[in-house]
C-alpha cells in the first residue's frame, strides 16, 4: 500500500493553457474524490467516481474541467483555457465502498496548480 | 446547506500546555463529524471521528465529543507537544448533503513552541 499519488506535485502555467493532473488511488479502493483547496480555506468538494462512473459533481466544476476514470483505477483532472482564480492546491483521496463514514478517506500530498 | 465554523489561527502554545480547537456545524439531520491534520508538505491525514450524537473520537491524544446540543465537535488535547504543529480541520458528511463528500472548515494553525 503506497498511499494515494497525485502527480505533478506542482504545476506553473500560464493564463488559458490546458493542464492536466493525475491521480493512482490506492488500488483496493472503489471511490475517487477530488478536492480543491485555495489558501486560507479548507478543501472543497469538486467530483466523486465510483469505479469508473462519475456519480456527482459539484457546482465549482465548472465546464471547463473535466475529470474521467475510464478503467477505475487512476483518475485525470483536466482544466481548459486556465484562469488566475484556478490557482488552488488541487488534492485527490480514495477510500473503500463505505466512504468516509466508516472508514475514512486517504488523501494525497496535493497538486498545486499556480496560473501566471 | 452544510457547513463547518471553526476558530482562527493561529494558535501558538507552549510545549505541555492544553489545547482547545473549537468546531462548530450546521447541517440537517445526523451528520458524521471529523477531525484531520494537515502537516507542511503532506496531505490530509484522518485524525479521529465520530459518526452519532454523545461518541467521542480519540488518537494520539487527542480527543473530540459529538455534541448534537451544542452542535459543536471541539478538539482537545491535554499536552502538546512541538510535532503536533499542524493545521487541524473539522469536517462533517451528512445525508443531505449526499453522504458522499466532506465539508470542511477554513483550518486552524497550531504552532507548539518549546
Known amino acids: 500500500d503506497t498511499g494515494v499519488s497525485q502527480d505533478p506535485r506542482h504545476k506553473i502555467t500560464k493564463r488559458g493553457q490546458n493542464v492536466t493532473f493525475r491521480c493512482d488511488p490506492i488500488?483496493?479502493?472503489?471511490?475517487l474524490y477530488w478536492y480543491r483547496q485555495t489558501l486560507g480555506q479548507g478543501p472543497e468538494f469538486l467530483t466523486y467516481?465510483?469505479?469508473?462512473?462519475?456519480?456527482?459533481k459539484s457546482r465549482l466544476l465548472s465546464d471547463r474541467f473535466s475529470a474521467e476514470r475510464p478503467k477505475g483505477s487512476f483518475s485525470t483532472l483536466e482544466i481548459q483555457r486556465t484562469e488566475q482564480g484556478d490557482s488552488a492546491m488541487y488534492l485527490c483521496?480514495?477510500?473503500?465502498?463505505?466512504?468516509?463514514?466508516?472508514?475514512?478517506?486517504?488523501f494525497g500530498s496535493g497538486t498545486r496548480l499556480t496560473v501566471v | 446547506g452544510d457547513s463547518v465554523t471553526q476558530m482562527e489561527g493561529p494558535v501558538t502554545l507552549s510545549e505541555e500546555a492544553f489545547l482547545t480547537i473549537n468546531c462548530t456545524y450546521t447541517?440537517?439531520?445526523?451528520?458524521?463529524l471529523f477531525w484531520y491534520v494537515q502537516y507542511p508538505g503532506e496531505g490530509l491525514q484522518l485524525l479521529l471521528k465520530?459518526?452519532?450524537?454523545?461518541d467521542k473520537g480519540s488518537n494520539k491524544g487527542f480527543e473530540a465529543t459529538y455534541r448534537k446540543e451544542t452542535t459543536s465537535f471541539h478538539l482537545e488535547k491535554g499536552s502538546v507537544q512541538v510535532s503536533d504543529s499542524a493545521v487541524y480541520f473539522c469536517?462533517?458528511?451528512?445525508?443531505?448533503?449526499?453522504?458522499?463528500?466532506?465539508?470542511f472548515g477554513t483550518g486552524t494553525q497550531l504552532k507548539v513552541e518549546l
Open positions: 483521496a480514495s477510500s473503500p465502498f463505505g466512504g468516509q463514514i466508516n472508514y475514512g478517506y486517504t
Open positions: 488500488s483496493e479502493h472503489n471511490r
Open positions: 467516481f465510483q469505479n469508473e462512473a462519475q456519480l456527482e
Open positions: 447541517a440537517t439531520g445526523y451528520p458524521s
Open positions: 465520530a459518526t452519532k450524537a454523545d
Open positions: 469536517a462533517l458528511s451528512s445525508l443531505t448533503g449526499g453522504g458522499n463528500k466532506l465539508t
